[in-house]
């Protein structure tokens, strides 16, 4: 809870709020429980819909697999630290392009590239490894208050909500800096635990900016206490559960995950990898035995970091090069899937459908 001053409620404790959290997760799932699931997009409201990518809107036709969140690189440096990219742009296509053209070989079409502003942001990039790809690519605007603030620009800190929404609004209308390249929705990042006053105050600037734009709004959420209380903040204000997606979901629990997705909420299980394979396949299966798997969202939150070694900045794959970029959901996840018995329209759902649905545009 907050005071008019955006600041915690001195008056309620930890104690307080984690009881009261829990009792708020036990009605949500109370009434998950007693609703039906969610219905598919019909035709009419795909008409007319549209993506934004790097190089610019594309209709939802023929679209062929998609990767809803993963990243390219990412600079873990921390904001206003140094002028980013800090990488050579022609390494970085020479060692990304390879992986990217894999992608377009094997029949995907669309990449969601994840990395918000302050924390490596390329959107330069990104339009010319799509260009020489011929993979559609998604960027963001938005900011990442999790990992206690370290990508967060000073003005996040004193800017309101109406400022730092224009902000964005300006890279959806405008362009990116210089370079006219505009996002195709909103990233955020928040810790663990109901939002605090400054995570809180983005979501408010994200909603104003959903508001007129209709970008989705997706967030790497710490846990299931931080997904409800986005999800309760959004509902407050009159959005409905769909337009939130809870990235790293799979750091939640079943029920959380259960009630709200029936709450319209869509749930990113990204992080797939062969080492944690059978998890990802639990957590889709009992999606699936409760009906929602038109809710689902799968990924590898994937990319490279910067590094600097000994003076030498590089480019780092996130987990030291134990899976091939961006192949561990087609050659592993998606065939032990059909072997449980998926069926091929369950995987296209999984897979095509769902990434349209979730960050599509109206007209």
């Known amino acids: 809870m907050k005071n008019s001053l955006g600041t915690r409620d001195i008056h309620l404790s930890k ?34 819909a549209f993506i934004m990518t790097v190089t610019g809107k594309i ?4 679209l062929g697999s ?28 020479t060692t990304i392009l390879p992986h990217l053209k894999n992608l377009k070989e094997k029949g995907y079409g669309l990449f969601f590239e994840c990395t918000p502003n302050y924390i490596g942001r390329d959107v330069e990039l990104l339009k010319a490894l799509s260009e020489l790809s011929g993979l559609k690519i998604v960027t963001n605007t938005g900011y990442y208050a999790a990992v206690n ?35 195709g929705f909103i990233k955020l990042g928040v810790g663990k635990g109901p939002l605090d006053a400054i995570e ?57 995950r259960i009630a709200l997705a029936k709450r319209g909420v869509w749930i990113s299980l ?37 590094e600097d070694e000994k003076g030498t900045i590089n480019l780092v794959p996130f987990d030291k090069g134990k899976n091939v970029p961006y192949q561990t959901i087609h050659e592993v996840l998606l065939p032990r899937l059909q072997k449980l018995g998926f069926t091929k329209a369950e995987i296209n ?9 979730a960050y599509s545009l109206k007209p």
């Open 15 to 48: 104690r307080n709020q984690n009881q009261l959290c829990i009792r708020q997760w036990q009605l949500l799932i109370l009434i998950a429980l007693l609703s039906g699931p969610v219905s598919l997009w019909s035709q009419e409201e795909a008409k007319g």
């Open 349 to 357: 759902l999984i897979t095509i459908e769902n990434p349209i649905k």
């Open 270 to 306: 990204d992080g797939v990898s062969s080492e944690k394979m059978d998890s990802y396949i639990n957590m889709i299966r009992i999606l699936k035995e409760n009906q929602l798997l038109p809710r689902l969202l799968i990924s590898h939150d994937y990319g490279w970091g910067v």
């Open 200 to 256: 809180e105050k983005l979501l408010n600037a994200a909603l104003i900016l959903h508001k007129k734009s209709g970008l989705q709004m997706t967030m790497h959420t710490g846990d299931g206490e931080a997904a409800l209380s986005e999800y309760q903040i959004i509902t407050k204000a009159g959005v409905d559960g769909k337009n939130m997606i809870w990235v790293h979901a799979q750091n939640g629990k079943d029920k959380e």
């Open 149 to 183: 603030k370290k990508f967060l620009p000073k003005h996040a800190y004193t800017e309101s909500s109406k400022t730092l929404a224009e902000r964005w609004e300006k890279e959806w209308q405008e362009g990116i800096g210089n370079t006219r390249i505009r996002p």
């Open 66 to 93: 998609i990767l809803p969140h993963e990243h390219v690189t990412t600079d873990f440096l921390g904001a206003e630290i140094a002028p980013q990219p800090r990488y050579s742009k022609d390494n970085a296509i």
């Open 59 to 62: 209709g939802l036709e023929n």
